[in-house]
């Protein structure tokens, strides 16, 4: 039983941290219709930042995560506005199938250009945060998972309540739901969807920093995280913020409670089987209240 | 403004793509990489689509090998390995052949099986007059390759894959494996866990295995864990995990709770990072007794620091052994370090032995025919510790025997060991039937008292 109380300790923690990378794709899917197959790739880039700003500038781990949140926030917003904005418009009301294509591109070349840099092997940053732990009773909770936790829980609702009480996320909403209503009521889309993409990217730079704390970097990090973001994004429901919570906190209890009663690799068997039977009968989400 | 800075995002996008298509032989920047002379002197060295006709005054040989791929850093310490052999002993060419030049063809691997194939098959079309072929790394590669040197009679000598499948064979006369393999590595650990046993003054009989889940896990899993089984131990946690894992917290929780006395690993570096950052964090003091991997690499050591102490590890080669073997090996590893700034590891050993098997096969075969050079490795019995193929592993020798001397297997050279290796003060320390603190450190303090 201890081990079972144990493991859903470590799938909260572990889970807010796969939910804050989910998050981003989630939006950029929910706002544009686009899925940004670059996410992990992405993802990899702002972790070596991170790892580089850590280990060669000596910045806090933690600090740094501001910092990679604004670059990621510029590289977001520059990539949509002069990359895939002039595709989405190229594709006018079709579901941007040239965005998906590009964006599994440019994942690859990013890929690449890792592993030509920095070449192919993991680096762990050694931060005074790492390896820490806090003992409750007999439990073991990580120090760096839980800091990671409560920060990717915060951003995540920052972003939530971004969403539901500004002018800027009422927009961001009304373009998500209809594009060409939102555009007659006179929302600026491109700017809308540069905002979008920004946003997608700032939370996905604080949580390469977060990751940085207690998982190696390497060039091929980046597959893992998206994997467990599609399997998130499906099972929170896409565009939800909440739903993006809720589904990685779910995946982050279901690898951790099936790699104790059975292995790591059946953990992830299971969470696949997961992803088929939401996308089979219920494929708007968990948190969906659409009918199928 | 927009245009302009449009037309700069897409160029450096282009550049990208350009940039991704350098060999990462070229564009590395390692430090090993950086001082490894371009060519060796002692071998010119073709391009993959090299078409030079070979003539009696050359020597061909095939080298596959992962020049670009995650296993890109493990390709070029082997071929670094390989070139340094052939200053160091063939700069004269091969004698019994009027001194003849060696002249290396080079195919990318990539660490893909279904890559290697094509590679092999372009290299051995395109090269009718090569005597054979070294490499690959990996036993998924070498599994791959070995049928189609079988096929078109090129004598081909394994330069780094120790899972046995690679030669269990009956029909392989054309493959020849100089290193060890998983089966001896198994009763070396059988072994070395009851000298630990002795050492802990305990009863030290519960096992457990964290291993990746493919080939080479499954074959550590296996090998080892009916190896501790026969010999009366018991396996308590056995875990298997897809490579590139994001948390091993589940398996430690169960080491812990089992109170296991070792837990044996089969872990790329990714993994291996991990693994042993999350013992350290869990407290999980059960010590990690791992088959190479991700534990070899120099960067487990310089990304862990103290955490990575005491750690033991199978190991093909040991740095420290090499000082022991002979003085010319000493000597060897001292100008090794110097000229190219860190020490020598398995793969430096791996690809050194193989090359050194193949000039000496053609050297006695005194002749360019692939059958008298798959002869001559056959007939392969080097036992002189002076001897340049065994130089860097310290072997007792080198002779390919077939069935039951070597687990059945078919060309696999009888006096391949392994060695345990222990890292202490951040160096692998060769730690192989050790009986005192003075050489293992056993009993370690626990991650409490560190």
Known sequence: MFLYLQSIIDGVLLGGVYASIAVGLSLAFGVMRIINWAHGALLMAGMYFSYYLVTLAGIDVYVSAIIAAAAMFAVGYLLQKHLLHRLITKEKERE?????????????VITSVALIFFGGDSMQANTPYTGKTILAGDFIISQTKLIAFIIALVATLALYFFI??????????ATSQNRVIARLMGINEKRIYC???ALSLAILGISSSLLVSFYPVSNTVGVLFSFKSFIIVVLGGKGSVLGCLLGGILVGIIEKIGGTMFNDSIAQLMLFLLFVLILLFKPSGLLSKEKE | MKKVLSIILVLVLFICVFASCVPVENANSSPSSSTAPETSPAASVENKN?????????????IMLPYTGSSAKTGELMQTAIDLYLEKYQSNGIDSLGGAKIVLVKADTTGSPEVAITEMER?????PDMVGIVGPYQSGVAASTVPIAEKNSVPYVI????????????????????????SVIAIDVVKFIANLRTLAGTDFAKIGFVCEATDWGASVRNGIGKAVEAAGMTVVVDETFDTGASDFSSS??????????????????????????????????????????????????????NKAEYVMTTSGFGPDLVDQISDTSKQLRAEYIQRFGEDMTEYTAFGWTSIAVMCDAIERAGSQDREAVREALAATNITDTNHPALALMGYKGIKFESGDSVFGLSNQNIYATSVMLQIQDGKYKYITGAADDSIIKFPFPKWSER
Not at chain 1, 96 to 108: A, H, K, Q, R
Not at chain 1, 164 to 173: I, V
Not at chain 2, 123 to 127: F, G, V, Y
Not at chain 2, 159 to 182: C, E, H, Q, W
Request: glycine share 10%; aromatic share 8%.
């Open chain 1, 96 to 108: 941007p199938i040239n965005v998906l294509l590009f964006t599994s591109g440019l994942g690859t």
């Open chain 1, 164 to 173: 539901q009480r500004t002018e800027t996320g009422r927009a961001l909403r």
């Open chain 1, 195 to 197: 905002v979008a993409m």
């Open chain 2, 50 to 62: 090299g078409s030079s006709s070979g003539s009696s005054d050359t020597v061909k040989i095939g």
């Open chain 2, 123 to 127: 290299l051995i079309a395109e090269n």
């Open chain 2, 159 to 182: 330069t780094g894959a120790t899972s046995d499948y690679v030669m269990d064979d009956d029909n392989i006369k054309y493959t020849f494996r100089p290193t060890l393999t998983n």
């Open chain 2, 252 to 305: 430690i929780n169960k080491l812990k709770s089992t109170g296991c006395d070792v837990v044996v690993t089969a872990q790329y570096l990714a993994d291996s990072l991990l693994f042993t950052s999350q013992m350290q964090e869990y407290n999980c003091d059960v010590p990690i007794l791992a088959h190479g991997g991700g534990y070899l690499v120099s960067d487990y050591v310089t990304s862990l620091g």
